[in-house]
């Protein structure tokens, strides 16, 4: 059983950087697709980003390019969410998720691996 545990979120204003973490236990994190999600008070839970298995392509929703970015450290079984530019609009809970199978895309099931979440609030 995989586990991912994210950190990193917190209080911020707006204008202001982030960068969340997500480290998964397991040996076959190198294989994983991994991506972030959000969920905002009363919304449902949206795509924010994701990275290919190799690490080689990264996909972001339109409202978060040029401003986030996704990363990975295999050698740490931690992909990272750089946040820059925080609007108050992107105040949510944060999660990541993991899907395995060499995955490429940024489509991510219940049935696949997700975290806890952690909190980002972006204040004005």
């Known amino acids: 059983q995989v586990q991912l545990v994210e950190s990193g979120g917190g209080l911020v204003q707006a204008g202001g950087s982030l960068r969340l973490s997500c480290t998964a236990s397991g040996r076959a994190f190198g294989t994983y697709g991994l991506g972030w999600f959000r969920q905002a008070p009363g919304k449902e839970r949206e795509f924010v980003a994701a990275?290919?298995?190799?690490?080689?392509?990264?996909y972001y929703t339109e409202s978060v390019k040029a401003r986030f970015a996704i990363s990975r450290d295999n050698s740490k079984n931690t992909v990272y969410l750089q946040m820059n530019s925080l609007k108050p609009e992107d105040t949510a809970i944060y999660y990541c998720?993991?899907?395995?199978?060499?995955?490429?895309?940024?489509?991510?099931?219940?049935?696949?691996?997700w975290g806890q979440g952690t909190q980002v609030t972006v204040s004005s």
């Open positions: 990275i290919t298995w190799s690490g080689d392509r990264a």
């Open positions: 998720a993991a899907r395995a199978g060499y995955y490429s895309g940024t489509y991510f099931l219940p049935d696949d691996y």
